[in-house]
């Protein structure tokens, strides 16, 4: 089947790094995505990695991918406040345009 | 900013009534897919527009349709609105079928 987990809160302070995670059950999933949604907004692409990756990493961010488990995280260094937002995290199977998402991760950053 | 985008902005209909959502997707892209977000809830697909033709539909009812035109921007039907059709719609557009979304602003829609 298609699912996919996150954890749905986290809470850090401005300047530690946050690791927000998530699971999937498709082992056909062949990108995994993050994105960003703030209050009242549509999502933003973050990044994203190809099922035969490991590890992409850009700017403050890192994601990291073990297929055996089917467990995908996104660090973000240097958290900020405006980072505060819902993160999604999404599989998309195949060659299908159907992107599964979580039901998304609440990032609160305190100063 | 994606260049994506979606109107109306905020919309708010009575149970039954039916409702259209209209999508642009950015420049170069031939594909569009919608979702629905409910409060608190990952978005969840709807379907999605390839070239004008529908291409892969999600498990909602025939109530919900949509259509591609020639130009890429798409539409969004409801019929026979509920009050569980309250939700955050979402569309994106891509280069093609299998690559990357963008999403845009979203409608809120309001059934009362």
């Known amino acids: 089947g298609e699912d996919v987990e996150q954890s749905l809160f986290l809470s850090v302070r401005e300047g530690d790094s946050s690791v927000i995670n998530c699971t999937y059950t498709?082992?056909?999933?062949?990108?995994l995505y993050w994105y960003k949604q703030e209050p009242g907004a549509g999502l933003q692409l973050l990044t994203y990695i190809f099922s035969n990756m490991d590890m992409k990493q850009d700017q403050r961010l890192t994601v990291l991918l073990n297929k055996k488990d089917k467990h995908l995280s996104l660090r973000i260094a240097d958290t900020q406040t405006g980072d505060s937002a819902i993160y999604f995290c999404a599989e998309r199977s195949g060659n299908t345009g159907k992107l599964i998402f979580g039901q998304g991760t609440t990032l609160q950053v305190k100063p | 900013e994606t260049g994506v985008t979606q109107s109306p902005t905020h919309l708010i209909k009575t149970r039954g009534q039916q409702v259209t959502l209209r999508c642009s997707s950015q420049s170069g892209h031939n594909t569009v897919s919608w979702y629905q977000q409910a409060l608190g809830q990952g978005p969840q697909f709807i379907f999605q527009y390839y070239r004008e033709e529908e291409n892969g539909r999600g498990n909602f009812p025939p109530r919900f349709s949509g259509l591609q035109f020639p130009n890429y921007s798409s539409e969004l039907n409801v019929n026979a609105l509920e009050l569980d059709d309250s939700a955050l719609y979402l569309c994106a557009s891509s280069l093609a079928a299998a690559d990357t979304q963008y999403f845009g602003p979203g409608t809120r829609l309001t059934v009362l």
């Open positions: 498709d082992s056909s999933s062949t990108y």
